[in-house]
């Protein structure tokens, strides 16, 4: 079974930096591409995704700010949030498109952090 655990989510002024942080744990587990989703009221938008090689793309809206790394032999992620702006504010979601031993090419999801931005 596959798990996505965060960490980080939090509440900071406009300016300020938080970092996340994305461990997924499962047996055999290998990925494809592994990030992060916000959530808002009426949108979803992918934020940031990087592959096992390090590969990465970004939200036009965080290009410059956010920083996207990884970790393969932990199978972590890591997103670097600074010059945090109020419209950053979200619930943010670690995704993984993955296989297992036991399951194929699928999505995964994790619980959500809140990430909240004060002005």
């Known amino acids: 079974q596959v798990q996505l655990v965060e960490s980080g989510g939090g509440l900071v002024q406009a300016g300020g930096s938080l970092r996340l942080s994305c461990a997924a744990s499962?047996?055999?587990?290998?990925?494809?591409?592994m990030g992060w989703y916000r959530q808002t009221p009426g949108k979803r938008e992918l934020v940031a995704a990087i592959?096992?090689?390090?590969?990465?793309n970004y939200a036009d809206s965080v290009k410059g700010r956010f920083t996207i790394s990884g970790d393969n032999a932990k199978n972590t992620v890591y997103l670097r949030m600074n010059s945090l702006k109020p419209e950053d504010t979200a619930v943010y979601y670690c995704w993984m498109l993955g296989s297992t031993w036991q399951s194929g090419l699928r999505n995964y999801w994790g619980q959500g952090t809140q990430v909240t931005v004060s002005s």
């Open positions: 499962g047996s055999g587990l290998s990925f494809t591409r």
């Open positions: 592959t096992p090689d390090n590969n990465t």
